[in-house]
């Protein structure tokens, strides 16, 4: 299992709440709207590419739609890797706030 | 609608930074999102997003296709390592072949490498110039000289504030260097400003490189001549006795870079002892001077040429030699372009240099032939892989690439051994014939080998990797699975036609070594109009008048002694041109002729033929009286020749006698040189003894040795031989013809190699039809000869074109080279061309068939 960083972890997130909607353009929007990151395509594209080689992702090309200059968008799922990668993520993370939190409820 | 997609540009701009298989979706994602800003914000701040969008993205596009391709590449890499693991003895044919060529191209880009780039690690070595100036002689001649007189660089930086340095040089001559109780000819001195070491940029080991030269009566020493006189380079502060009585004080030691610097020099003594040595400083009529000046960085030499004439006007007094012009010359010309002039730089033939290149190159090409000929041998079996790329959609463009990877893999391996295999080769070998090879350090001081044969190995790369790209890439996946591909006829035309080329430049290799070989023995044999095998040279020059007088005829009452004479230099490589016109000729233009000093004995000590006239004898031997030969006597087509008169560098000679031709110069001289013999009493240099027999001249030489301080206490003792001094001399043919035999060998070596290969091959395609004929009672003479024939068209093929090509080459590079001393090549060469090729083919094609004619044919035809 590779490890992903932040980066990855927000756009499998966001992937992931899209459900069937998720491709470059609305993972950009989501990724504004809910993380507050204000990201190029180009920037979205590239941990995309990337996590698509490591097999986290699956993608399915939609048909060809006039409202797009006729091209066809890629929409994006996530794979049973990349559900596997979000929960190590997801331990690591709990792992490593445990005592933060822990300090907190101290004080 | 048509309002809401991207800009066209920048859609094509994308698609530049995207990867095929991601365009379409991610060109639809920015137009989706395009459309979205439009409608939210209108046309224009759309079109604003976009651009923005666009920059931002480039870069991490850009990131992508560099992962895509270094993905690629380390594809590529794994499968030619598994390959190369998979079939190591091909591996390591390749490998090995293709560094042995491109270490013996290196070895060429060295020799060649060095004087391209020389003189380069001067710092600001393009904006360094020498001083070189035209001339007419009174004989009508022009001259180009780098020798000026002492004031003409002050005045001119004086006059010309915009030259940024200049730097005044001047050889030292032979100077006499007393060391302990020995005394030592140096010939490479000089003296030099104190600027000298700051103005270029040689190393200085030890010393301050401002200072060095800045006092009177200080010499630097090169690390050799300090390891010479004192042992050690530390020496610094010691004193050297020069001259007899001159003690000069060691402020440095420097390092001079062999080779790569055209200024050679092993002592360096500061200017303003030279009055010491008896030169003059300010002297606008002596011309000893060398300068070099530095012209500001952008600063275009033509604009100070064009005051030139104005300058030489008003300072330069008038001369017998009337000075014409004034120009700069660049310093890093002066290796390959200053032929003409006469120059203390050193300098070399152009086309010399092109020629090793050329060697070199040629080497690189048989390496590469080899390479294209085991890559294809072996693609039988890498038949199926290729296939099945294919079928899993590899692209031809793909494959073509993946080809070029693989040879361009090979070539990079090759690449660090072919370096080590240089560096053994240079430090081991090349020292016995290559000079420059010494005390050099390759890996500080000759970097641009490296950038050569980086370059070789790319060039290699893709030479090697063109065939079998292109065939391999087009084959037809359905017929890579049947195993026999439809395209192979043509692969073997093409197969056949390399080895035929790699046999071609082998044959001309191995002609052109012997060529040069018999050429070399041919010069060490030759007859130069005069005998030298039993005449030595013996160095006078410094013995005082009474002395030299004794030691003459004490050396005549030997038995083992025929005669003695004495001359200004040793008739080997001997050039003093003059230009020489007769008195009342019909012809005014003067003529270059050598014209030598000697003394009343030079026809009998060197067996020189008196044709017409008398020779000088006890009596004519007064200054004015000339012998000249007969290339002389031919030029100005005198019928009688005894008691013309001839001018040559302002005095007259009157002609007693006519002897035969004779060669004292360069023997590479196109036309017999007119000479004239005149007698010399100023520059006793040598003394030529002739002996009984060649074989006496050893013990005249242990006599002379013996008992040298009976004449001389403080001139070193030194003598040799005319036929060792001659060798020496034209040791660089051997050196070539070395270099041209390693060549050679190695190129019938990739040769043979090839056609192994190709026998193999072919052997193995016709393993059934062997079967089928011995089965029908073939015997074993019957089965090689169906091969042999194929390969002796073959190789008849490349004898046919490489025999004439080989004869015109050495042909006319020793007439062009050694004009009238040249050897007859003669059908010997070539037959040992032929018989040394021919002989491994039949052992290549022999050792092949044999084992396939001597198989039982039932294991070859079984398997159907």
């Known amino acids: ?107 | 609608m048509k309002d809401r997609a991207i800009p066209k540009f920048g859609a094509t701009l994308l698609r530049l930074f995207i990867h095929p298989m991601d365009r379409e979706h991610v060109l639809a994602a920015f137009d989706d999102k395009f459309a979205l800003v439009c409608e939210r914000e209108g046309w224009k701040s759309a079109h604003l997003w976009f651009w923005a969008q666009v920059l931002q993205s480039i870069l991490p596009f850009i990131k992508i296709i560099l992962i895509w391709s270094v993905e690629m590449f380390i594809n590529y890499l794994k499968v030619t390592l598994r390959n190369i693991k998979k079939n190591k003895i091909y591996s390591l044919i390749n490998i090995s072949g293709l560094s042995i060529g491109m270490a013996g191209f290196m070895v060429f880009a060295f020799i060649a490498g060095t004087n391209f780039h020389a003189d380069e690690f001067h710092e600001h070595a393009e904006r360094i110039f020498g001083i070189v100036v035209q001339s007419r002689t009174q004989e009508n001649d022009t001259r180009h000289s780098t020798y000026i007189s002492g004031p003409l660089l002050p005045t001119l930086l004086n006059e010309y504030p915009e030259i940024e340095a200049g730097v005044n040089i001047m050889p030292a001559g032979r100077l006499t260097v007393k060391h302990l109780n020995d005394n030592f000819f140096e010939e490479n001195v000089l003296f030099a400003d104190s600027n000298f070491f700051t103005f270029f940029s040689f190393k200085m080991i030890q010393g301050d490189t401002e200072s060095v030269l800045a006092d009177p009566f200080s010499i630097v020493l090169s690390e050799a001549a300090a390891e010479k006189y004192f042992g050690s380079t530390n020496s610094v502060g010691k004193f050297l006795t020069i001259n007899k009585d001159i003690e000069l004080r060691i402020t440095g030691i420097f390092k001079i870079p062999e080779g790569s610097s055209s200024l050679q020099f092993s002592m360096v003594i500061s200017m303003d002892s030279a009055p010491a040595f008896g030169r003059e400083l300010d002297n606008w009529e002596f011309a000893g001077y060398s300068a070099f000046v530095r012209l500001p960085d952008g600063f275009n030499k033509d604009d100070l040429e064009s005051q030139f004439e104005v300058f030489k006007e008003r300072f330069i007094p008038d001369s017998e030699d009337e000075i014409e012009s004034i120009y700069l010359f660049p310093l890093l010309d002066f290796r390959l372009e200053s032929n003409y002039m006469s120059t203390l730089m050193l300098n070399t033939m152009k086309g010399d240099q092109y020629g090793f290149m050329a060697i070199g190159i040629v080497l690189l090409l048989v390496v590469s032939i080899n390479f294209t000929n085991l890559s294809t041998t072996r693609y039988m079996s890498r038949v199926k892989e290729i296939g099945i790329r294919q079928v899993v959609g590899a692209r031809r463009s793909q494959l073509i690439r993946q080809f070029f990877g693989e040879s361009f893999i090979f070539a990079l391996l090759s690449l660090p051994i072919a370096i080590i295999f240089f560096h053994i080769f240079m430090t081991a070998y090349a020292i016995t014939f290559l000079p420059d090879a010494r005390s050099t350090n390759f890996f500080t001081e000759h970097t641009y080998v490296f950038k050569y044969v980086l370059k070789a190995a790319l060039g290699v790369g893709f030479l090697s990797g063109l065939y079998p790209a292109l065939f391999l890439s087009s084959l037809n996946p359905v017929a890579a699975f049947k195993g026999t591909p439809i395209r192979s006829r043509s692969g073997i035309v093409t197969r056949k036609m390399l080895v035929t080329l790699q046999f071609v430049f082998s044959v001309i290799l191995i002609v052109l070594s012997i060529t040069l070989e018999k050429q070399f023995d041919y010069l060490v044999n030759a007859n130069l109009g005069f005998g030298r095998n039993d005449v030595g040279a013996l160095q006078i020059a410094g013995l005082k008048e009474p002395n030299i007088t004794r030691l003459k005829s004490d050396l005549l009452q030997r038995v083992d002694v025929i005669s003695a004479s004495i001359s200004v230099n040793v008739p080997v490589w001997w050039t003093n041109e003059m230009g020489v016109v007769s008195e009342n000729g019909t012809i005014n233009r003067s003529m270059t002729f050598d014209v030598y000093g000697v003394d009343n004995s030079i026809v009998e000590t060197l067996d020189l033929n008196v044709i017409s006239g008398k020779d000088f004898g006890e009596d004519s031997y007064k200054q004015g009286n000339v012998l000249i030969n007969k290339a002389a006597v031919d030029y100005f087509e005198w019928a009688n020749p005894i008691g013309k008169r001839l001018k040559y560098g302002g005095i007259t000679g009157t002609v007693i006698g006519v002897v035969n031709d004779f060669q004292f110069r360069y023997v590479g001289n196109p036309r017999m040189m007119p000479s004239i013999l005149y007698v010399d009493k100023q520059n006793p240099n040598y003394l030529l003894i002739e002996a009984q027999t060649p074989s006496q001249l050893s013990s005249v030489s242990g006599f002379l040795k013996d008992n040298w301080n009976e004449y001389s206490s403080d001139i070193p003792f030194s003598f040799l031989t005319l036929d060792n001094h001659f060798n020496d001399k034209y040791t660089y043919i051997n050196t070539l013809a070395i270099l041209c035999k390693i060549t050679g060998g190695l190129a019938v070596f990739f040769s043979c190699l090839g056609l192994l290969g190709l026998v193999s091959y072919t052997v193995e395609r016709k393993t059934k039809e062997i079967g089928v004929r011995k089965v029908l009672g073939a015997s074993l003479y019957d089965v090689t000869m169906i091969f042999l024939k194929d390969f002796l068209i073959l190789i008849g093929i490349s004898y046919l074109i490489s025999i004439p090509l080989s004869y015109w080459l050495s042909d006319s590079l020793i007439k062009l080279a050694w004009s009238r001393y040249n050897t007859d090549i003669g059908t010997g060469t070539f037959m040992i061309a032929v018989f040394f090729t021919l002989g491994l083919t039949l052992i290549a094609v022999f050792s092949q068939t044999m084992r396939a004619a001597n198989a039982n044919p039932v294991d070859s035809l079984r398997d159907e």
């Open chain 1, 1 to 107: 299992m590779k490890p992903i960083t932040t980066l990855e972890e927000n756009i499998l997130l966001s992937i992931y709440n899209l459900k069937d909607n998720a491709y470059l353009v609305s993972i950009m929007e989501y990724l504004h709207e809910n993380a507050g990151l204000k990201l190029a395509i180009g920037s979205v594209f590239a941990p995309l590419d990337r996590l698509y080689k490591k097999e986290y992702l699956t993608v399915e090309n939609g048909s060809p739609s006039p409202k797009v200059g006729g091209r066809a968008i890629r929409y994006y799922h996530l794979t049973d890797a990349g559900i596997e990668a979000l929960r190590a993520r997801q331990e690591v993370i709990n792992s490593m706030w445990t005592g933060f939190n822990t300090m907190r409820s101290e004080s």
